[in-house]
């Protein structure tokens, strides 16, 4: 239990991560099964609620789109059936908005703007297909 604590004190884990730092410790599955049950019964490890906040703080950073966000929680161990409600409620519209931004302060500069440079650029952020082809089609005038 004081391992598990101690693994808690820095930051917020999710129950896959905390296992996979208890097992790097040497624990048993069997002990680290009984100690996130009570660290869950306790309101110390709670999957859901984590889920929520780094979705919401992703969202709020304005810096990627939605696949990025869920490959983030995905890496952290969190299913991504936790924030379902989330996901129905996601702006679109809000993530049009940003990748438009984001493109037009990268590429401010050059008059002509290659549609797969767009692409590669928005891609890598996590932006979804529909949102990349939208702002393409707004960059480059082709409707």
Known sequence: MHDAIQCLASRSLSEKELRVKLNHKGWLDQDITMVIEKL???GYLNDEALCRHLFTKYVSSNKHGLKYIL????TRGLNTSLIQEDIANYNYQEEYNRALSMVERKFAKQPE?????IARFLITK??????????ISEITGQY
């Open 40 to 42: 869950r019964l306790r």
């Open 71 to 74: 490959a983030k929680l995905k």
């Open 113 to 117: 703007i290659a549609q797969h440079k």
């Open 126 to 135: 996590g932006f979804t297909d529909s949102t990349v082809a939208k702002v």
